[in-house]
C-alpha cells in the first residue's frame, strides 16, 4: 500500500470514533436534563397519561439509559428516528432543509475568502506599516463583532431604510436539478431565480462570513509573513527570480493553515449557523437545530449532531487530501 493510501486510511479510521463520541457524549446531556420529553410531546400538564406512557415505550424512556441510547443509536443508522415534533424521520427534516444551509455556507464562505484572503496577503507584505495596523484592526472587528449585533445593524441599514434586501421566502428555481436552487439556476441560466437567490442570501452569508474574513485574515498574514521570512526566500531571490514567482512560491509554502482554517470555516458554516439563521428567518439546520432543543426533540437534536460531525470529519478529510498535494510530507 502507497503512503497516501496509508495516510488516508489512518485518518478515515480516526474519523468513527469521533462520530461516535459526538453522539454519545450529545446523549449524554440530553439525558442529563431534568425534564420530561414525553409529557412535553404529549402536550405539556394537560397531556393524558396513557399518550405520555405510549411514548415512553415508544422511545424506550422506561428503560435504562444505556438501553435508551441503544434504541436511538440503532434508528439512528437505520434512518428511521422520528421527530416526535414534525412526526417525519429525522433525515427527511434535515434534507428538506439542507439545501438552505448549504447556500448560506456558499456565500459565507465566498465572502470570508474574498475578504479575509487578500486583507491577510495586503498585511503582510505591508508588515508593521499603517496597512498593516488597520488590517490586523479589522481583523480584530471581525472575530469580535457578534453575529446577531452585525445582523440587526445590516438589517436596520439594507432592510429597513433602503428596502434592498427580502427577509420573507426562500426562493427557488424553476428547474430543480442538483435540488440546489442556486446551483440549479447557474446551470440552467436562470438569472431571474439567480437574482432572486442572491437577494435572498447574500445578507446572512455576509455577517455568516464577516467572521470568518477576520479570521482568514489574521492566519494568511501570519502563514505569509513566516514564509517571507524563510531561507528558501533568499535563495530565491539570489537566483534573480522576479518578485512574481517568489510570491508564487510563498504563497504555496503558506497554504497549509490557511487551507485548514478555509476548510474549517465551510464545516462551521454547514453546521447550520443557528443565530443567523434565525435572524433572517432561514429555515436551514441551524434553525431546526435551535427549534428542537426549545420543544426538548431528543431525537431530531441527535440526528442534527450527527449530520454535524459527519460534515465536520468529511471536511477535514477533504482537507487531508489537499494537504498531501500541498505538501507531500504530510503524506508520511
Sequence with gaps: MSSFRRFLLRRFLTFLPTIF???????????????????????????????????????????PWYEQFYYFLVRLFEGSLISPRTGNTVFADIAARF????????????????????????????????????????????????????????????????????????????????????????????????????????????????????????????STVEALGADFVEYLHAKGLSPDWVRRHVFKNSLVPIVTIIGLEFGASLSGAPITETIFGLPGLGAYAVQSIYYLDFPAIIGTTFVFAIIYVVTNFVVDIFYAFIDPRVRY
Design 99 to 222: 439545501s438552505v444551509t448549504l447556500q448560506l455556507a456558499l456565500f459565507s464562505i465566498f465572502f470570508s475568502v474574498a475578504i479575509g484572503l487578500p486583507l491577510g496577503l495586503l498585511a503582510a507584505y505591508k508588515r508593521d506599516t499603517k496597512i498593516d495596523a488597520a488590517v490586523r484592526i479589522l481583523a480584530l472587528i471581525g472575530v469580535s463583532m457578534p453575529a446577531f449585533l452585525l445582523g440587526y445593524l445590516l438589517i436596520l441599514v439594507f432592510f429597513v431604510q433602503f428596502k434592498a434586501i427580502t427577509l420573507a421566502g426562500v426562493p427557488t428555481a424553476k428547474v430543480s436539478i442538483t435540488g440546489i436552487p442556486l446551483i440549479d439556476a447557474l446551470i440552467t441560466l436562470d438569472f431571474d431565480s439567480l437574482s432572486q437567490i442572491v437577494g435572498r442570501y447574500w445578507l446572512p452569508g455576509f455577517v455568516l462570513g464577516f467572521s470568518g474574513a477576520g479570521i482568514i485574515a489574521r492566519f494568511v498574514r501570519n
Design 21 to 63: 463520541g459526538v453522539v454519545f457524549i450529545t446523549y449524554l446531556i440530553a439525558y442529563a436534563i431534568p425534564a420530561d420529553p414525553a409529557r412535553a410531546w404529549a402536550g405539556g400538564e394537560k397531556a393524558k397519561p396513557e399518550v405520555i406512557e405510549r411514548l415512553k415505550q415508544y422511545y424506550h424512556f422506561d428503560k
